[in-house]
């Protein structure tokens, strides 16, 4: 077995060091932000503290807790349908060979393709006439449109590897397609839906853009606030809410650290 | 109730109708010289969407919160406070749903506005009209005054309601420069002589735009010849003097002028950390809430220019097509009250100079807000009073920030 | 039930949403920009869009983002997956940042982005704490700069775990032996790699690759927040283009975002095309 030389691993250790350090440091300012009082150049750190961007932040009437709320209602309805939908679409695509295939393909990869602006602006059109704008109900069909194509692309992946066979045996021992469907597909697909599901449910979670347009400023989503309470010189309330912002998947990733590393069928799914 | 407030309400009671309270009061005609009481009841229940700028936290809380509060409490209305970065974004959506045939489940019941804006919705009928004296406080209103009765030169004609008056003003820290330049031209020499220290936000920023305005007031030789409807030939000559000047100190400003602040918000963030020199506002109370709340330091001082500086009235308007034109009528109501415009000149709340005659509220309120301690930082409004200079035609505002754009931000 | 209809149902759904939502914007987008109103139709709006001084010079910013970070991210993603897969020492802490990462929002690090590196930003006040700069400045501009090196910072910092956790989970699916047995025959540890790792996982960093400039050209909060006055990135310009008060305008900003989809289409597909036949 070839050793590496001592330099080498001098070298990868800073490259690990500097890894971790660069991953965290945005997140730092922040948090000293939602606990200062004013934090004026050139002080390292903030003269004044206190918790009052907290109390604001948590308050009724600053609307994050409600925003929040809102932000999760979203980010579940656009992944239960991406979920209802993707799944099948994701066995036709993985399983199946025929006539326009890569036709399907393309349409459902353009989404992640095309920039977002780009549809934003003629989907505003659309929902105005259809009078979907500014409803919750339009902004989470929207935000179907950027996860529908991360979870097929997953279940792809899975049912690519996935057997058929199996559902035959079921079949010819008698069992009905909804016990096929619980005993034996789903439990074999059931990993890449949560992968799928939870990219999903990331990307409608930090969704602005589309959520800004065809929410017109109504629909209130975490982003929002976010991006109006740091342009509008709170940088304290700001660093508050990005807390509370990343908190939720914080907690999610320390509770299924397990079952999120990598997953060698998703990788299959990515051309 | 004074008795012209209470003939106004005999008046109007001549023409009552009994009002069901009703969830849609888009049928603003119905409304117009209805007794007060049933349009209180017609608005119970009620919500109102109510765009505006929200780019100041204190404004914001102020209007959620006690606002927000006394509207709930009073009259059972939900007050939905929609902020925006900029105001023409909402006389757009109105704009749209008047092409799309939207008549009256518009999705803006009130905007904070003035200006252009206003213009802009004014000639498009755009604007619920004529109700303006249906409101028990409008009473508190002088009318007369021309800087009220007229927005940036348009006649208001009962489409919009006064909310505050503004004048613009500057801000320095007085522990790191104790003599600021105090005119339009001593400000350009200090310009050069201390590179890097000066920047304005871009029009169309509301402010930024303004201080263009001051530019062109002096490249104008003064504002006597600009009053009046938009001239082009006056026009080209003011603007040509104008952007020649504004392009020449550009290598001296903050980042050699390469980049403009996009808002005001970032113009005092940049002042705040000791980036630029001086900051402005049309509201120089944001100078006292901001060191209030540690952005600023204690020692900021604000004051006006030897050559004047614009003062306007900012009001609020009800879109042709909201839905809730009850509730938004005593929303506005509400904001005129002596009690609100009280609450919003507190140097900690706001600070702002009321819009409606002091001197025709109660006596305790006219008492209290006597005895209102002036912030350090913020220039009192009696000493930048004299100096006031008016506002042109939207025809200038718009003229000049095209213009801008064009020849100076690229 | 035959075959190809039980397909057909299975698809069903998600071309019809995908079909409707995302192309129906895209067509209603090309219709209303070619509608000049009473006139008819005509390319007037993409005349003027073409003409307006201010969209190629937004468009060239724009392309130099995405390009810039996704080239970036692309060599630091497979940077940082080698050091994961390799390492003993804080692979843990790593894997775990990565996908903490994935979960942080654009906007709550493109806001840190901008309190760690403007000119009176953490940085800057380190600077001054350590005696290397006086005033702010002083301190290089990073964020409004027209190099847009603040926007490509944040895009680095939050495509590098995208990229290197798709390219990671392909490294573990390859598995070590290829490498192994390379390296046995005598290859160095970069031609291991250049020649035998980096062809197998090309295919997954090249499709990352293109999500993530897809994203860095059309996103708006990133340069909203950090980005110059002038010129402003194009998602900045259409956007505030469209909600302009004179409708008039509206037709522009819609063929705006029309060539914004028709060049990045064309983008994606030549780098794509020129990938695979280096590759």
Redesign the interface.
Known sequence: M?RDPWWFRAL??F???A??L?????????VI?SF?????????LPQ?WSLQAWEVALSG???VLESLWVTGLIAVLATALAV???V??G???GL?R?PGKAA?EA??L?????????????????F??LGL??TLAGVV??H??PT??YM?LVMAGIFANYDPEIEEQARSLGASPLAIFRFVTLPAVLPGIVVGALFAF?VS??Q??LT??IG???VLTL?LV??????????D??GAI?IL??AP??V??ILT?RH?????A???G?? | MNKRTTLALLASALFAAPLGARADTSDGASLIGQNWEAVVAAARGGTV?W?MW????NI??YV??YI?GVLKERYDITL?Q????DTA?AVN?TL?EQK?GNADEG?VDMIWINGENFRTMKQGKLVFCGYTSTLPNNALINWNNPAISNDFGVPVEGCEVPWSRAQFAFARDSATLSDPPRSIPALLDWIRANPGQFTYPAPPDFNGAAFVRHVFYFAAGGHGALLGPFDAAKFDVAAAKTWAILNEIEPYLWREGVTYPT?I?QL??LF????VALTFDYDPAQFGI?VD???F?ATVRSYGLTDGTLANTNYTLIPFNSPNKAAAMVLQNLLLSPAAQLEKARPTVWGTVPAIEMDRTPADVQAEFAGLPSHPSVVPAAELAPLALPELQAGWISAIEKGWIENVGR | MT??LR?A???A???L???L??????????L?SLDTGDAGFSLAAYARVLANPDFLPSFALTFHIAFTSTILSAAFGV??AL?IR??G???G?????????????????A???L??FSQ???F???G??IGLIER?ADFPALVFDPHAIGIIL?YV?KEV?FIG??V???M??IGPDHEASA?SLGASRWQAFRHVLLPLIL??L???S??SF??A?????IP??LGASHPQA??VL??RS?TATDLATRPD??AM??V??LL??LM?GAYLRAARRRG
């Open positions: 070839i990868r250790g490259a690990a060091g890894l971790i660069w991953l965290i440091l945005p997140l730092v300012p922040l932000w200062a009082r004013g934090w004026r150049y050139p002080d390292l004044n009437r600053s609307g209802l939908i993707g099948p679409a066995r036709a695509l199946h025929f399907v349409l459902i353009a989404p992640l393709i095309v920039p977002g602006i780009a549809v934003a602006l003629g989907l505003h059109a659309v105005l006439d704008t500014n069909l929207v179907l449109i529908l194509p097929i990331l979670w930090s602005y853009v800004l347009v017109g400023g109504r982003p976010l991006f109006n309470f740091a342009t509008s010189g709170r940088n309330i700001a990005s912002y990343v998947g914080l999610v990733l650290s999120l590393a990598a997953r060698p998703f990788a299959a990515v051309r | 969407n765009f929200g780019g100041a936290d914001n809380a959620t919160g927000g939905n929609v902020p925006l970065t974004e959506l749209g799309s999705a808002s918000t005092n963030e705040a950390n000791t980036e901001a709340a540690g952005r330091p | 075959q190809n397909i149902l299975m698809l759904p998600a071309v949403v995908i079909g939502l995302f192309g129906g914007a895209l067509v209603v987008a090309l209303r940077g940082a050091l390799g390492s020492a804080g692979r802490a790593m894997t775990f940042l990565f996908q903490l990462n994935l979960t942080v929002p654009h906007v709550v690090g806001i840190g982005m309190y760690l009176s930003g953490s800057a006040r380190l001054h704490a702010p944040h910092w775990p956790t798709i990671l989970a392909q573990q699916a390296r295919p997954g090249l499709g990352a293109a999500i897809a994203f050209f059309g996103a708006y909060e909203a927040i194009l998602p259409a956007w469209y900003a819609l975002t029309v914004i989809a990045s289409g994606l």
